[in-house]
């Protein structure tokens, strides 16, 4: 599926997949080597425990704006307000690349 940002008119990942077990929600991109971005449908946080590079991360609304930004280094935590529902993992440079900010409309 292909991500796009509508407000900066940048596609953000042409290859997103969805993590739609409990399997894929614990092990994310680790349990998909093939894929290079991830949505998941999760109300508190995400880990980064045995990776070997750091990933970017969009955590969207229910109506997909985007509400928090970050990087995060191999073997981290990252937690953020629980009322969102979405995060998308990317690769690392995907936000800078794609121009996207907190507050930018993202279509799926």
């Known amino acids: 599926m292909i991500v796009t940002n509508i ?3 940048t596609i953000i990942t042409e ?3 969805i993590a739609d077990s409990p399997i894929d929600k614990l092990l994310g991109l680790l349990k ?3 894929t290079t971005s991830l949505l998941l449908k999760t109300r508190f946080g995400i880990h980064t425990l045995f ?15 985007i509400r928090k930004l970050g990087t995060v280094k ?10 969102y529902q979405h995060i998308i993992e990317l690769p ?5 690349k794609s121009k996207t900010e907190i507050g930018d409309k993202a279509r799926i």
């Open 7 to 9: 407000t900066q008119s």
């Open 15 to 17: 290859d997103l997949k």
């Open 32 to 34: 998909k080597p093939n």
């Open 51 to 65: 990776f070997k590079k750091p990933i970017d991360i969009i955590v969207l609304d229910s109506d997909f704006t």
């Open 74 to 83: 191999p073997n981290r935590l990252f937690f953020y307000n629980p009322k």
């Open 92 to 96: 690392q440079g995907t936000i800078k």
